[in-house]
């Protein structure tokens, strides 16, 4: 069975649907093996201009498998290499959109977390329930959490593993927008045409220096938007864009 499947509905667009729904989208580690070489694919095709990520109505994933993980010892964890897997994710240059429906928990809940714009349906719960299983999150939730939400309340649901619904997750950063359950699909695939309108080559800087420049100090963070604000004035692409504001008609961008 193919655990991941992937779509082209609109021109420069990918979808990609993770396909267990008997378990509620459990990120198996074959799953994972198989999202991984999508956004390597991805990451490189000059075709992809955004990638929406999603799961079914009752589930975005409800985080690690929990049969995979039963009898599983640190050294197998280790050698799995699940960190290049993420890796593949978290370092995808293009814009990622993470359309969700039902639950985000565990890995659900940090790949949802991974992706730069979060549109959640009004029943999404969003979780970080590993420590109800003797573990932790092990793959950026202690660390994206309280950066999107604050120390305080990630720390409440970190620690007890309580879920949070959309509106709460919405009020406190954690998602972008809430639409409907139903139109969650629509929504989400109407901000990727959107991304995937705009000059690529800005599309790409800005996604770059927002997310190194979080982890760097304020100074350098600014001299490298300052560096790459400045790189993107020799683009064709700015020069269509301003010109055809001064000429008042439509840009046409080809990524250059
Ligand atoms: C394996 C899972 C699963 C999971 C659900 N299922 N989540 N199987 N791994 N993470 C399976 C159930 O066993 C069940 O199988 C079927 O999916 C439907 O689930 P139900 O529980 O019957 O559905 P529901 O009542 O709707 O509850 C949904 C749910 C609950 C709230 C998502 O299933 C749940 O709490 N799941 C576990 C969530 C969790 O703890 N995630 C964190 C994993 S650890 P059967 O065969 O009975 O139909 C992690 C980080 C690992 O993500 C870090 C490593 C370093």
């Known amino acids: 069975m193919t655990l991941v499947l992937m779509e ?29 070489d999508h956004m ?5 095709d000059r075709d992809c201009r ?24 640190p050294a197998e964890m280790m050698a799995h290499g699940d960190e290049t897997n993420w890796a593949a994710i978290r370092n995808c240059p293009k814009p990622v959109i993470a359309a969700v429906n039902g639950y985000a928990l565990g890995g659900g809940c940090e790949l949802a977390m991974c992706a730069d714009v979060i549109i959640a349906g009004k029943g999404a719960r969003f ?12 793959a950026g939730g202690t660390q994206r959490l309280p950066r999107a939400i604050g120390k305080h309340r990630a720390m409440l649901m970190l620690l007890t593993g309580s879920m949070m619904d959309a509106e709460e997750a919405f009020a406190a950063g954690l998602v972008s927008k809430v639409v409907p359950d139903d139109a969650v699909l629509a929504e989400s ?15 790409a800087e800005i996604k770059r220096v ?3 420049g979080a982890d760097a100090p304020l100074d350098t963070a600014i001299m490298m938007e300052r560096r790459a604000a400045y790189l993107l004035f020799g683009t064709e692409d700015k020069r269509e864009a ?3 504001f001064l000429e008042k008609r439509k840009p046409t961008f080809t990524g250059a």
């Open 50 to 73: 955004a990638i929406v990520i999603t799961g079914n109505e009752k589930a975005f994933a409800a985080g690690a498998d929990i049969k995979a993980m039963v009898a599983t010892e």
């Open 8 to 36: 082209r509905p609109a021109p420069h667009v990918t979808l990609l649907r993770l396909n267990r729904p008997e378990v509620r989208n459990a990120l198996s580690p074959a799953l994972r093996v198989e999202l991984r």
């Open 189 to 203: 695939l109407k901000v990727a045409v959107d991304i995937a309108s705009m000059p690529p080559l800005a599309v």
């Open 242 to 244: 301003m010109t055809a």
């Open 210 to 212: 927002v997310l190194a």
């Open 127 to 138: 979780g970080q329930p590993e420590v109800r299983l003797g573990i932790m999150p092990g």
């Open 40 to 44: 390597l694919g991805l990451s490189e």
